[in-house]
Nanobody, 123 residues
């Protein structure tokens, strides 16, 4: 398996929750991004293989990234969802041996990307 594979997208009302999952093996670090038409891809959260996490300010406190190394998966728990969270959500991973943790929310840090999963939040 070369690319990560996302699952768990769907539709929810404002204030609701969704949990996204992503399967991918052998990555040093992985992350979640999202994108809406006409906008740049936005970083949400990243996690290293040893469990260190980082979040963008836009989702800090509402979204939580986690990993299950035994199952080669990461997850994104999304709470208190808002209509502006509507987007295609992407999982990404990279196998770099050396990296700067401070750069993990940059899309250029990731070689492998999933196909994306749609999340729609209605008001």
């Amino acid at each position: 398996q070369v690319q990560p594979v996302e699952s768990g997208g769907g539709s929810v009302q404002s204030g609701g929750s969704l949990r996204l999952s992503c399967t991918g093996s052998g990555y040093t670090y992985m992350a979640w991004f999202r994108q809406t038409p006409g906008k740049e891809r936005e970083a949400l959260a990243a996690i290293t293989s040893n469990g260190r996490e980082t979040y963008s300010d836009s989702v800090k406190g509402r979204f939580t990234i986690s990993q299950d190394n035994a199952k080669n998966t990461i997850a994104l728990q999304m709470n208190s969802l808002r209509p502006e969270d509507t987007a295609i959500y992407y999982c990404a991973g990279d196998r770099a041996k050396y990296y700067d943790f401070e750069y993990l929310l940059r899309p250029e840090m990731y070689a492998d990307w999933g196909q994306g999963t749609q999340v729609t939040v209605s008001s």
